[in-house]
């Protein structure tokens, strides 16, 4: 399911926009931006669920409990998905 993927990485670089003491340090400004902009992508991922969306990720996105959607979201993955799988923030 590419829509539990792309929410996955956005969540992914979300956080570490939000853990990035340097980038805050070096310019607020354009990290609170860039932390921003990631929020909206966020948002929008979550907006375009689709109807078989499982009910609980549907519930933590709503909620903006990100932290659980993640989780749930790396929970759900195959070994092979996992195995495979490369943060998107390149951490």
Same mark, same amino acid.
């Given at each position: 399911? $590419?829509? !539990? $993927?792309?929410?996955?990485?956005?969540? *992914?670089?979300?956080? $570490? /926009?939000?853990?990035? @003491?340097? &980038?805050?340090?070096?310019? $607020?400004?354009? !990290?609170?931006?860039?932390? &921003?902009? %990631?929020? %909206?992508?966020?948002?929008?991922?979550?907006? &375009?669920?689709?109807?078989?969306?499982?009910? =609980?990720?549907?519930?933590?996105?709503?909620? @903006?409990?990100?932290?659980?959607?993640?989780?749930? /979201? =790396?929970?759900?993955? *195959?070994?092979?998905?996992?195995? #495979?799988?490369?943060? #998107?923030? &390149?951490?």
């Amino acid at each position: 399911m $590419a829509y !539990q $993927a792309q929410i996955r990485d956005a969540l *992914t670089v979300m956080f $570490a /926009l939000m853990e990035d @003491r340097a &980038g805050f340090e070096k310019d $607020a400004d354009a !990290q609170s931006r860039r932390l &921003g902009d %990631q929020l %909206q992508l966020v948002e929008k991922l979550a907006h &375009g669920l689709p109807e078989d969306a499982p009910d =609980m990720l549907r519930h933590f996105l709503e909620k @903006r409990s990100y932290a659980k959607a993640l989780e749930l /979201l =790396m929970d759900n993955m *195959t070994p092979e998905e996992r195995a #495979a799988w490369k943060p #998107a923030c &390149g951490h």
